[in-house]
């Protein structure tokens, strides 16, 4: 079983996701959000690579059912329902809701990457529940890391290089690239503690200056959801376990 670490979506072709098992994480915030919002009871999360797609989706579905949500800048888009902090995904508002979302970074990248044959996403939140689903497929596979605007993300190859040493505890023949190894290594020298990680990251501070303090700490919190979201049909869902 081999493992490699995509840094960025960058120069990355569409088609080179074709038959792979591809794992996205974008931990402030996309990921994270998808991950609270199924677990909350949402139906299903509509990733979208741009806004205006977003609205157009959304004007063919039916009112009540329906939210628009995501962010530009950090900030809730206007006219969208819900931002793209986690923790507005209460199980009150998204219940049964299927959720457009748009964000600058994560649904491009899970958009990017939807012709994979197996597409799941992962944050810190459920970060035990898909390393113990990969080990049960034993299949190689591809972590794909959001980033920041097509550059490398602190937060995300340290979240890639934490799966991979979980699942190396029951798999010690794992084979990783360089990428791989490189991650699993910013893990053990940063990685353990997981809020002021984030928060003295480049995305984490730019949060911060936003006032989007509580994102961070519930971004941290390590595999406090056992959900998997699983990308099928455009839509991501809950794996059924
Ligand atoms: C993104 O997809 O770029 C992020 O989730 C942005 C954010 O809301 O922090």
Known sequence: ???????????????????????????????????????????????????????????????GLTLLGGERNTKKIEGF????SPLEYSAKLVKNKSI????TNGTKAVVKAKFSKNLYICSFLNL??????????????????AGRNNSFALEDTICAGKLISEIMKSKKDLELSDTAIS???LNKALGKNLAK?????????????????????????????N???YFTGNVVKLLAR
Do not use: Q, W
């Open 1 to 63: 079983m081999k493992v490699n670490v995509l840094l960025t979506p960058s120069n990355l072709d569409e088609l080179s996701f074709s038959g792979k098992t591809i794992v996205i994480i974008d931990v402030l915030r996309a990921t994270s959000t998808i991950v609270n919002a199924l677990n909350n009871g949402a139906k299903e999360i509509i990733p979208v690579a741009t806004v205006e797609f977003a609205v157009k989706v959304s004007g063919g579905m039916f009112g």
């Open 81 to 84: 329902a819900l931002g793209n």
């Open 100 to 103: 457009i979302l748009y964000t």
């Open 128 to 145: 035990s529940a898909v390393a113990e689903h990969l080990n049960s497929l034993n299949m190689d596979f591809e972590i794909l890391c």
């Open 183 to 185: 991650s699993v290594a």
């Open 197 to 225: 990680m984030l928060a003295e990251s480049e995305h984490g501070k730019l949060l911060l200056e936003n006032g989007f303090e509580d994102d961070i700490k519930f971004c941290s919190k390590l595999n406090s959801i």
């Open 227 to 229: 959900a998997i979201p």
